[in-house]
């Protein structure tokens, strides 16, 4: 009984045993998180399929259970299936199988198989799970990627990048930047130092950026220098970062090769500081340099120089030549002045034809040094006014040197350059192409040059200025047809003064458009004057004005002229402008349309000081001028100077071939005109006739000349 008892009880207990671990079976294979069939073998149907696998393949139970698997289509690939169905049965487990599948939507899903033969009921079956690893191949492959990426960062980018071991310093990765920075291939770097690579050119530079990362865990931007394997040096800037690699505590470190901004940055630099023409030094420089060697000289006690060098006309070859020629010149200076100084010695170039020459470190009393100055002054006037072929022109361009000594001159730069300035000045009005050393007189000169100009800005307030006529006369005749309007300045000591003496001041300086525009109405208004109060006919007179050069410029000339002309009533063809080859600037193409505007009105063109200018012929033939005027320094010596005879019969040949009138000025001798009219000039100007005469006296002389005189 109790064995009875106990086969019932045993089979039951077995029986129970088995209910309870097939419905842990069921329940662990419904509950399973990865998707599990239940096949028989060997035909293949689907006994069983979880909800899991429902959920990734979309199959429902009752579209799978009792139909063969192979007819879902699950496989991907046939062939492997095939595969593992042998290796099954000949290993009878599979475990862990990648193998591609496709859902019921016919999507690929990768999954991890494993299958295991059991006994069901009697009945042969396979259990086979399937985890799908679809996600976390993605996911795998975006970290992939994303390595990749880093990699590519890493390895193209300009920069060096490395990371190391924060506590052993070594290298763990460097890039191809740290090659093209240090030289080092990655082989020979791994598993090194810096230290024992000795990148780093400066070590208390080094220690200085550990300094900053312990304090504050990164550094940004650090300026260091670094060092190639070859000793080169290069600046670079350093930034660097803590991180964990594998748990490690790691440096990630960059460095960017900034030797070429710094480059960069010089030759900003250097761009501020000289001149983009010539290459020179600029007054900023100068002024540095200066600065120093004053101090320098002083220390040592020792002498130095300050030249100052102007080219004499060069203004003239700008307006007459073009700026390419001009630019030109100035370079060939600059060579010329640069191959004739020492090495120590500083040449600057201040603006248009202005050169500095800084002499430095003179030894001897002061008489010597003086003459050491001289000659070396000289020898720079001597090289620049040798000829100088450019484009197919010759010529000469002389110098004007003005010179002072440090320290006797003056121990600031500001002192030297005006005191150098002042003697230049001198040069200049010593007749040009010559040398001055300041003189402590010459100071007083310079101080009166500054008053009379603001002497001359208070005359034309104070209105000291006036005209003076000067007659215009036909010589065959002995008629006035016409006169030159002069400025004079009334000076309440001095009295009359010529514009010899100041007309340079005022051009300067802006004061000769104001003075200017006073000359040219009030020249108008006498005109105007003379033909109501018929003095002089319309047709019979004319009225000559200068314009300076600066004042032709002006933007509005031409409404200047209109509106003076207008304001006064008089006839636009009873008015001269005398205009001079200094007025050729630029634009020549400018200088005819403003002429041609002019001429339009009305208005004529006198050349003045004709034969004096450089480019006589080329000019003349473009721009619209009606009257040449022979200058008086041909006129003054054509009787005894055969040189000058021949000029003025040159003259008088292109005039007449040109179709010009002609006139000559400063005819002071009866045998002066006499020449003058054997080469056929019958006009003439000049003290022989009359000198410029105040206004009133002017017109009585035109009522005189009304009734015609005979010689
Ligand atoms: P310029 O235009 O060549 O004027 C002729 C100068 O020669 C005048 O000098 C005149 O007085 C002088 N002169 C005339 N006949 C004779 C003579 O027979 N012998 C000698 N030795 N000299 C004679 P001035 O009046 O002293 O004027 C000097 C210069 O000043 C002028 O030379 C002209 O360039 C300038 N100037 C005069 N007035 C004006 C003006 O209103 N505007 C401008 N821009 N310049 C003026
Ligand atoms: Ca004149
Ligand atoms: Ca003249």
New binding site residues.
Partial sequence: MAGILIDISERVRREQSLAASEAKFASLFQASPDPVALTTLPDGIAMEINASFSQIFGWQPHEVVGRKMVDLNLWADLSQRTSLYEKLEREQTLDNEVANFLDKEGRLITCVVSSRPITLNDQRCILTTFRDISERQIAQAMLQASQEKFALAFHSSPDAITITERDSGRYIEVNEGFYRLTGYLPEEVIGRSAKDLNVWADLAEREQMIERLKRDGHVYHMEMRGKHRDGHIKLVEVSVESIALNNVPCLLLTARDVSALKDAQAQVQHLAYHDSLTNLPNRALLLDRLTQQIALLKRHDLRGALMFIDLDHFKHINDSLGHPVGDAVLKLVTARLQANVRQEDTVARLGGDEFVVLISGLEGKRSAVVSQVRSVAEKLRQVLAEPMLLEGHQLQVTPSIGIALIPDHGDTPSDLLKRADIALYRAKDAGRNSIRLFRNTMQKAASERLRLENDLRLAQARGEFELHF?PQVDARNNQIIGA????RWIHPIQGAQ???LF?HILEESDL?LEV?GW?LAEACHACAEFLRKGLVTEHQFSLC????PR?FRQHDLVERVETSLANSGLPAHMLKL?ITEGIVIQNIDDTIAKMNRLKRLGVSFAM??FGTGYSSLTYLKRLPVDVLKID?SFVRDATHDANDAEIIRAIVAMARSLGLDMIA????QIDQLEFLQQQGCFLY????FS??VALEQFQQMLNDNRIPMTL
């Fill in positions: 000067q030159e309007a002069l400025l010529s514009p010899a007309i000769i200017g000359v004005v200068n314009i300076s004042q005398e003045d000081d008086q000025e400063g005819v002071e100007q000049g003290y022989l000198k410029p």
